[in-house]
């Protein structure tokens, strides 16, 4: 397989230049941008939903919005008010690359944007390897997904800034444990911000709400 | 990117030579094979668990658990009475392939085992185009994942014989709607046999038993 590891390598190292001119494109226009990445299903969508409509009015925003197939998610933020979504279907790549995330930029007015969402493909375990140029991954996991996976996917936790535990409003009805949850995240990341909310009832949304206002002011600042 | 693909396809048609060769070992010792793919916590650990619990009187089982990190599902396992039980730790790795199913297969005693189950790695994308030599792959899905799940990763569900909707208990309390996911999931592949259950509370356990008992019966007799 060391012809696969060394292709492997080569592919990585171009991602890395991709992903680096990114970077210094988004620095230039102050623009915070934030690769969400989780398994199918944990609610990255659904927080992008909700994001975009309680931030509307302060924030300008920007959304890619990476499936396997489809442009359902896409769709979705449309509806929910996003201004600026530009899809990405990946024909089967289990995960964004900065080479797709370049092209789709060149698609998008990016005058005035200070918050950009790479919403990745749902995958816990590629997405880990792929830098996109985004100032920070955020995961998400979901309650009914189990306390454990920080600890059986530790590349993904590791390699993000913050964890949101979605649909809380489901606790109590499977074995979640959101202290062990929390724990298990710790031991694989011990900076991880951490926030627990429900896409579905509100509860919590406002400590992300907080959070992602904090991040763009700082920017602003700088 | 054609040097990476090229790889692929030779990394691709070594796997499928190994995987006709479990298959032919299986089938010589008439042991009925499922590959189990799903997202990450979309439960096929507790399947398995109920199933080894259930089913042990009558039908002789092997378990292959892979994960990417950790011996958690395995230990899980054989607190659930499996008897045999081989774990497969990718370390990274984002699907199992069918080399690391022969050497686990190495280690395990097959004599009198009927029925083989290979629980993959949590991942909706990758595992769809390693075969493992296995009889079929069946793809789980919960109900707090979203029912567009088939569109959004067809490759998983074309390449699937049997659909199980897991956590049927938490119906209502999120948007997804069961008979849009069977609709969904007929649109990628009009064949698969569909089962609705719930781990936690039992409902539904029984028709998918009844399905695993005709098919170690009609091995028996082939």
């Given at each position: 397989m060391s012809e696969k590891v060394s292709v492997e390598k080569k592919v990585l190292s171009k991602n890395d230049e991709l992903a680096a001119a990114i970077r210094r494109r988004l620095s230039e226009r102050k623009i915070v941008s934030l690769n969400l990445v989780s398994s199918p299903g944990s609610g990255k969508t659904s927080l992008l939903e909700k994001t975009l409509a309680a931030l509307d009015k302060d924030i300008s925003m920007a959304v890619i919005a990476g499936d396997v197939q489809t442009e359902n998610d896409a769709i979705r933020l449309v509806k929910a008010g996003g201004k600026v979504v530009e899809p990405i279907v990946?024909?089967?790549?289990?995960h964004l690359d900065a080479n797709m995330v370049t092209q789709a930029l060149a698609k998008i007015n990016l005058a005035g944007v200070e918050l950009l969402f790479i919403e990745n493909v749902g995958n816990l375990v590629c997405p880990s390897s792929y830098d996109l140029g985004e100032d920070m991954k955020v995961v998400l996991m979901s309650?009914?997904?189990?306390?454990?996976k920080p600890l059986k996917y530790p590349a993904m936790f590791r390699r993000s800034s913050a964890m949101v535990v979605n649909k809380i409003d489901l606790l109590g009805q499977s074995d979640f444990d959101l202290e062990r949850a929390r724990k298990n995240a710790r031991t694989i990341n011990a900076q991880l911000h951490m926030f627990e909310l429900s896409c579905r009832n509100g509860t919590g949304l406002d400590s992300w709400y907080q959070w992602l206002r904090g991040l763009v002011q700082a920017k602003r600042n700088a």
């Open positions: 990946t024909g089967g790549a289990c309650t009914a997904e189990g306390d454990d």
